[in-house]
């Protein structure tokens, strides 16, 4: 299995960046994937989550802004991030459960190493 993060960098205050994430290994259509992140100092948090069915669920903080997408047919998930702030900034990690939204660290089975996002005021 593996599940391998792109697109971090470091990106001004109010402006975008676009997340992929590639996994390989496991039946990718029948997986719920997710976006996790974890800011110096702190755990790791929810930030969205997107269905087999490609229904989605965000983190308020992140709602409005972030959005999660997924393409079956090349195994990919990806998360559009607007209006950045520095509060953002973090190293993002994907992740792949199965059976539905899932917003819990402990409900998800493979996870990547991480991209990191940083965000300047």
């Known amino acids: 299995v593996q599940v391998v993060e792109s697109g971090g960098g470091l990106v001004q205050a109010g402006n975008s960046l676009r997340l992929s994430c590639a996994a390989s290994?496991?039946?990718?259509?029948?997986?719920?994937m997710g976006w996790f992140r974890q800011a110096p100092g702190e755990e790791r948090e929810f930030v969205a989550t997107?269905?087999?069915?490609?229904?989605?669920y965000y983190a308020d903080s992140v709602k409005g802004r972030f959005t999660i997408s997924r393409n079956n047919a090349l195994s990919t998930v990806s998360l559009q991030m607007n209006s950045l702030k520095p509060e953002d900034t973090a190293v993002y990690y994907c992740?792949?459960?199965?059976?539905?939204?899932?917003?819990?660290?402990?409900?998800?089975?493979?996870w990547g190493q991480g991209t990191q996002v940083t965000v300047s005021s």
């Open positions: 992740a792949a459960a199965t059976g539905g939204l899932k917003y819990k660290m402990a409900d998800y089975d493979y």
């Open positions: 290994g496991f039946t990718f259509r029948w997986y719920s």
């Open positions: 997107i269905s087999e069915s490609h229904d989605t």
